[in-house]
């Protein structure tokens, strides 16, 4: 791996165990605040509303910046963010509409990083497949060891010493990520396209999406797959204290079974797409996340119960590896950007319905039932984009992506580069087999 690689490897772990401490400060600091179940689920919806604003025009913002330099400042800019929540925690002044603002623009700031730090993976490994699958296995399972484990309990600790402390701790965190950032390699900024309006470049990423059946598959897996895990995650706490008779603690336990499951799946991923082919290995690890969930609604006891989240958090980890991996593989370097987060941004609009799903399901039906629908959801998705993702469709879009990484002077959004990878000697420009 390069040398610049475990800079941005430590700047993004830093960053999540900070992510981990704010995601679980802000709600308990907002229940400080007040009681009301609106305005606490207000301070939690309001980090993903930029994806569903701005989703697609901030990755056309992306491809139209440095990348290495919108990620530093991005990260430095949500330091001082930080400084202000933590100053009015500090007088006394700290309100329910300041963290939901607060909220609102790190999840603004995730949107930017997120996105320029996809579009610069690719140029800093060369692009080559086996690389980025190796560095997304590691960025996966630490992002998942910080946030999941190590960040919320640390976020807890701290909000017992000052409720201002994890709103430090993060913010402490953005500028040491900041500083590693921007001693990273410069990368080769996108090359300057003919003058178009910032909406109609976004438009084009996204047809590029929709029009790419490869594409089109790897983003819908993950917005189907936030419609049915939100389902199954709106009564999961339900569920396990009445079906399985389990409290608190062993629900925490539930939870940590499910990534535990995650670090394996990142940890195997690169192995299996070697074994089976990335497509195939994309179509398995989808069924078994639908399989396992299946489970999780039969399970006898809380044992059988935690077997099946984690087996769900090893396909989840895994499909998160692979993914991007290949995404990033083959979408050219000018569109990177637009491409990811209008992904991003489908699977985050999908997770609202989601959650809707499965409170309606559990309280017209039972508690169980969501979790038969999400089984039946991620099942039927499976089927459809099997033929979309397959072996055959993954091989034929990496030669169309191997004759050279990035033409010199890019077409202009609406050419027919930007409807489809450059085809290989003799193919017809389409990504199929």
Do not use: K
Request: net charge positive.
């Amino acid at each position: 791996m390069p040398t610049g690689f475990g800079r941005l490897w430590t700047a993004q772990t830093v960053s999540s165990l900070g992510d981990g401490v704010s995601h679980a400060a802000l709600p308990l600091l907002a229940l400080t605040l007040t009681r009301d179940p609106m305005a606490l689920a207000a301070v939690t919806a309001a980090g993903t509303l930029p994806w569903l604003l701005f989703g697609v025009l901030g990755g056309a913002l992306v491809d139209r910046w440095d990348r290495r330099r919108t990620m530093w400042v991005t990260d430095a800019a949500r330091a001082l963010l930080l400084a202000l929540p933590a100053a009015a925690a500090a007088f006394d002044v700290l309100s329910v509409p300041l963290l939901a603002a607060v909220a609102f623009l790190l999840g603004l700031g995730a949107l930017f990083f997120d996105t320029a730090a996809t579009a610069y993976l690719p140029d800093l490994l060369g692009r080559d497949p086996a690389l980025l699958e190796r560095a997304n296995s590691r960025l996966r399972g630490t992002q998942t060891a910080a946030s999941g484990f190590a960040g919320p309990p640390a976020g807890s600790a701290l909000l017992a010493l000052g409720r201002a402390v994890p709103l430090l701790a993060d913010a402490l965190s953005f500028a040491l990520s900041a500083l590693l950032v921007r001693s990273l390699p410069a990368a080769s900024r996108p090359v300057p396209q003919a003058r178009e309006s910032l909406l109609r470049q976004a438009r084009a990423g996204a047809s590029y999406v929709f029009r790419d059946q490869l594409l089109l598959g790897l983003a819908l897996r993950p917005a189907v797959g936030n419609i049915a895990f939100l389902a199954v995650e709106t009564v999961l706490a339900l569920f396990a204290h009445d079906r399985l008779g389990i409290g608190t603690f062993g629900f925490g336990l539930l939870l940590t079974a499910e990534a535990t499951g995650g670090l394996l799946g990142a940890g195997i991923a690169s192995s299996l797409g070697r074994r089976l082919g990335t497509g195939t290995a994309l179509t398995c690890t989808a069924a078994v996340e639908g399989l396992a969930i299946l489970g999780l609604a039969v399970a006898p006891n809380p044992y059988a119960a935690g077997l099946a989240l984690a087996v769900c958090g090893a396909g989840m980890g895994a499909t998160m590896v692979l993914g991007p991996s290949l995404r990033q593989t083959i979408v050219p370097a000018h569109l990177m950007g637009r491409v990811a987060s209008t992904s991003r941004m489908l699977a985050m609009c999908a997770a609202p319905f989601g959650a809707f799903l499965g409170g309606w399901l559990a309280t017209t039906y039972d508690v169980r039932t969501p979790l038969y629908a999400a089984a039946g959801l991620l099942l039927t998705m499976t089927a459809v984009t099997a033929t979309m993702t397959s072996n055959r469709q993954v091989e034929a879009a990496l030669r169309a992506a191997a004759p050279a990484d990035e033409p010199d002077h890019p077409e202009t959004e609406g050419t027919p580069a930007d409807t489809g990878a450059r085809p290989a000697p003799g193919s017809t420009g389409q990504r199929v087999a």
